[in-house]
């Protein structure tokens, strides 16, 4: 038997080739543009008009400016100490969303203009960004990392958002470039080397084969959806030939297959965790290396889901990495997952059975296998939650593949917020091609985006959490949305009810929330998260003014509502259409601890409210 070794280096200045004054510079113009942005957004930052003539309230009632040309005025914000001041152009829309010209940005101090420096930017504004001696060395090097990140893409050949909205599906997922919209350090990835970043961050596009290990059956729990059993999972993931390998290996060491279950790994998790804080269930066969499988995957944009590249229907498959990105270890809790497969038989039989859902084609990507090593010493010893419970786990998830029709294809929905470096956007390419006048475009998407995420919250107070990451959209051959697949359910989804009746398996999906942040979940992760930032990417690229984007959202609610008489209580009472809703901040999570952000069995208690945003739909009511 023979282990490939982890993934060895380049020279070390070839290693480090991307990370070039021009580049690093304009990775740091960038993400300070977009700090600027966010920090104001989240009221952790109050810029200040610098013309007399431009004078305006930019904290209050005025949320939307643009009273003149394209509205842009020139603001400033000072360091805490008052010292330095950074200058800046922006334009201001719905939702208080600032968008700030990267290239307008100066930095200045005693009369003199200085180069802008990311980290310097942090730490002058330290006290307003709330940042304790504990968290911000860290919170300094997740934004290290994602300069580095941001340098790797400016470095790799340049598509076009054209070319891109024409390619494939893994070749749009790599392409991405920004990350999650709303959270300034969102590639951390803290534990990767340089060599294991190159190895396995998404947007170097680089095949993985996962190690596999046999963990005895009296240590794991394998649990799988009503239509898969071990076996039958197994025998579609594995060749013949890679499972007699396997069971040689065992069989050579005078150990039984049958004793045992196969699971993935991550190469970074075994070579850097499992095979040193395991080594004692290695060392007692507890754990047993049988080597790499035959498949070449591809990382995702949320770094431990990996895509099957040799066989693109297979399942995707999730695994425990244990490095920090984006305010969380990436683990896996093999006792949490137990209950997935089971959770995602559920909302699949719901979706199935519902007829709004069916008429907008949404579709889920179950999570059909889930498998955990429970490691003894330290299930005694960590406390419930503890990163140490979380470093053997894996699951299984459809891949989209087998739900497409001829002349389809799916897109990760973060394509729509990408833009190019030329400043062009995907979303308007694909609106280009589509042939369609823009606000029909828009109304396709939002029927299959929007209403299904209508329908669960209203008819059964069922919340997902529906990032850009979390949704992959079906595209017909004119690049037109037709519907929705959406995934990453089971540790996502929340039954916001204490009467709707859920099956004894799935309770842990059930969440105490108060009646007045309900609506929240839409108002929050859809409308906040997402569509904040599409509409002045339309508005910007010329495609559609913003009042047009958010009449046209306001239409398809209004559509949904008639639709749906039975729920008009429930309409009333959580009111789409209300004048404001409070401010969900996440920098401010992540900002206040960046080791994990949210309670995942608390989620609501862990928000950062403050104050409120306009509801651009309420001139719509």
């Given at each position: 038997?023979?282990?490939?070794?982890?993934?060895?280096?380049?020279?070390?200045?070839?290693?480090?080739?991307?990370?070039?004054?021009?580049?690093?510079?304009?990775?740091?113009?960038?993400?300070?543009?977009?700090?600027?942005?966010?920090?104001?957004?989240?009221?952790?930052?109050?810029?200040?008009?610098?013309?007399?003539?431009?004078?305006?309230?930019?904290?209050?009632?005025?949320?939307?400016?643009?009273?003149?040309?394209?509205?842009?005025?020139?603001?400033?914000?000072?360091?805490?100490?008052?010292?330095?001041?950074?200058?800046?152009?922006?334009?201001?829309?719905?939702?208080?969303?600032?968008?700030?010209?990267?290239?307008?940005?100066?930095?200045?101090?005693?009369?003199?203009?200085?180069?802008?420096?990311?980290?310097?930017?942090?730490?002058?504004?330290?006290?307003?960004?709330?940042?304790?001696?504990?968290?911000?060395?860290?919170?300094?090097?997740?934004?290290?990392?994602?300069?580095?990140?941001?340098?790797?893409?400016?470095?790799?050949?340049?598509?076009?958002?054209?070319?891109?909205?024409?390619?494939?599906?893994?070749?749009?997922?790599?392409?991405?470039?920004?990350?999650?919209?709303?959270?300034?350090?969102?590639?951390?990835?803290?534990?990767?080397?340089?060599?294991?970043?190159?190895?396995?961050?998404?947007?170097?596009?680089?095949?993985?084969?996962?190690?596999?290990?046999?963990?005895?059956?009296?240590?794991?729990?394998?649990?799988?959806?009503?239509?898969?059993?071990?076996?039958?999972?197994?025998?579609?993931?594995?060749?013949?030939?890679?499972?007699?390998?396997?069971?040689?290996?065992?069989?050579?060491?005078?150990?039984?297959?049958?004793?045992?279950?196969?699971?993935?790994?991550?190469?970074?998790?075994?070579?850097?965790?499992?095979?040193?804080?395991?080594?004692?269930?290695?060392?007692?066969?507890?754990?047993?290396?049988?080597?790499?499988?035959?498949?070449?995957?591809?990382?995702?944009?949320?770094?431990?889901?990996?895509?099957?590249?040799?066989?693109?229907?297979?399942?995707?498959?999730?695994?425990?990495?244990?490095?920090?990105?984006?305010?969380?270890?990436?683990?896996?809790?093999?006792?949490?997952?137990?209950?997935?497969?089971?959770?995602?038989?559920?909302?699949?039989?719901?979706?199935?059975?519902?007829?709004?859902?069916?008429?907008?084609?949404?579709?889920?990507?179950?999570?059909?296998?889930?498998?955990?090593?429970?490691?003894?010493?330290?299930?005694?010893?960590?406390?419930?939650?503890?990163?140490?419970?979380?470093?053997?786990?894996?699951?299984?998830?459809?891949?989209?593949?087998?739900?497409?029709?001829?002349?389809?294809?799916?897109?990760?929905?973060?394509?729509?917020?990408?833009?190019?470096?030329?400043?062009?956007?995907?979303?308007?390419?694909?609106?280009?091609?589509?042939?369609?006048?823009?606000?029909?475009?828009?109304?396709?998407?939002?029927?299959?985006?929007?209403?299904?995420?209508?329908?669960?919250?209203?008819?059964?107070?069922?919340?997902?959490?529906?990032?850009?990451?979390?949704?992959?959209?079906?595209?017909?051959?004119?690049?037109?949305?037709?519907?929705?697949?959406?995934?990453?359910?089971?540790?996502?989804?929340?039954?916001?009810?204490?009467?709707?009746?859920?099956?004894?398996?799935?309770?842990?999906?059930?969440?105490?929330?108060?009646?007045?942040?309900?609506?929240?979940?839409?108002?929050?992760?859809?409308?906040?998260?997402?569509?904040?930032?599409?509409?002045?990417?339309?508005?910007?690229?010329?495609?559609?003014?913003?009042?047009?984007?958010?009449?046209?959202?306001?239409?398809?609610?209004?559509?949904?509502?008639?639709?749906?008489?039975?729920?008009?209580?429930?309409?009333?009472?959580?009111?789409?259409?209300?004048?404001?809703?409070?401010?969900?901040?996440?920098?401010?999570?992540?900002?206040r601890n960046n080791q994990q952000m949210v309670d995942l069995q608390d989620p609501a208690g862990a928000l950062q409210l403050t104050g409120t945003l306009k509801n651009p739909l309420a001139a719509h009511r």
């Amino acid at each position: 038997m023979s282990l490939a070794t982890t993934p060895q280096p380049t020279p070390p200045h070839a290693a480090v080739s991307h990370l070039t004054p021009e580049r690093w510079a304009r990775a740091t113009r960038l993400l300070v543009r977009k700090a600027l942005a966010e920090f104001t957004h989240e009221r952790l930052l109050t810029p200040a008009p610098l013309d007399e003539a431009e004078q305006g309230d930019v904290r209050g009632d005025t949320q939307k400016d643009a009273s003149h040309g394209n509205g842009a005025r020139r603001y400033a914000v000072r360091s805490d100490d008052g010292t330095t001041e950074y200058r800046f152009t922006a334009r201001r829309f719905a939702l208080d969303h600032w968008q700030v010209e990267a290239d307008s940005i100066s930095r200045h101090h005693d009369g003199a203009e200085l180069p802008l420096d990311a980290l310097a930017f942090i730490t002058e504004l330290r006290t307003s960004l709330g940042l304790g001696d504990d968290i911000l060395p860290v919170y300094l090097e997740e934004i290290s990392s994602t300069l580095a990140s941001t340098a790797y893409k400016l470095a790799a050949p340049h598509t076009t958002a054209a070319e891109l909205a024409a390619a494939g599906f893994q070749d749009i997922e790599s392409g991405m470039t920004e990350g999650h919209p709303c959270f300034i350090a969102n590639n951390g990835r803290l534990g990767f080397d340089i060599a294991e970043y190159r190895a396995y961050a998404p947007e170097t596009g680089a095949p993985v084969r996962l190690i596999w290990l046999a963990a005895r059956r009296d240590r794991t729990t394998f649990t799988a959806c009503a239509d898969l059993t071990y076996d039958k999972l197994v025998l579609s993931e594995l060749s013949g030939a890679t499972l007699r390998r396997f069971s040689a290996a065992l069989t050579e060491q005078g150990l039984d297959m049958d004793d045992y279950h196969l699971v993935p790994v991550h190469p970074w998790q075994w070579w850097n965790k499992l095979s040193v804080t395991f080594a004692a269930e290695v060392a007692q066969r507890h754990l047993v290396p049988l080597g790499h499988g035959d498949d070449e995957h591809l990382a995702q944009q949320s770094i431990r889901t990996f895509f099957n590249a040799t066989q693109p229907n297979k399942h995707y498959v999730k695994t425990a990495l244990s490095v920090l990105n984006m305010g969380f270890l990436r683990g896996l809790s093999a006792s949490y997952m137990e209950a997935t497969p089971a959770i995602n038989d559920w909302l699949a039989d719901l979706v199935a059975g519902d007829e709004t859902l069916r008429a907008t084609g949404l579709g889920v990507l179950r999570e059909r296998a889930a498998v955990g090593y429970h490691p003894a010493p330290y299930e005694t010893a960590a406390p419930k939650g503890s990163p140490y419970l979380k470093m053997l786990a894996a699951l299984w998830r459809e891949s989209p593949i087998p739900f497409l029709h001829d002349g389809e294809k799916p897109a990760t929905m973060a394509s729509l917020l990408h833009t190019d470096r030329d400043g062009n956007s995907l979303a308007a390419a694909l609106i280009h091609s589509s042939g369609l006048e823009p606000t029909e475009w828009l109304r396709s998407y939002l029927t299959a985006y929007l209403t299904p995420l209508l329908h669960c919250f209203y008819a059964y107070d069922l919340v997902f959490m529906p990032h850009g990451e979390n949704v992959i959209l079906v595209l017909d051959d004119q690049g037109v949305p037709r519907r929705a697949l959406f995934k990453d359910l089971a540790e996502e989804i929340a039954v916001m009810s204490e009467d709707a009746e859920l099956p004894t398996e799935v309770e842990r999906i059930r969440a105490d929330v108060p009646e007045d942040m309900k609506i929240l979940s839409l108002f929050t992760d859809v409308f906040d998260c997402f569509f904040r930032f599409l509409a002045p990417v339309l508005d910007t690229a010329g495609i559609l003014d913003e009042d047009t984007f958010w009449t046209t959202v306001a239409d398809v609610a209004k559509e949904y509502q008639k639709s749906t008489p039975h729920l008009a209580e429930r309409h009333a009472r959580y009111d789409l259409f209300a004048d404001e809703f409070a401010l969900s901040c996440l920098n401010r999570l992540q900002l206040r601890n960046n080791q994990q952000m949210v309670d995942l069995q608390d989620p609501a208690g862990a928000l950062q409210l403050t104050g409120t945003l306009k509801n651009p739909l309420a001139a719509h009511r």
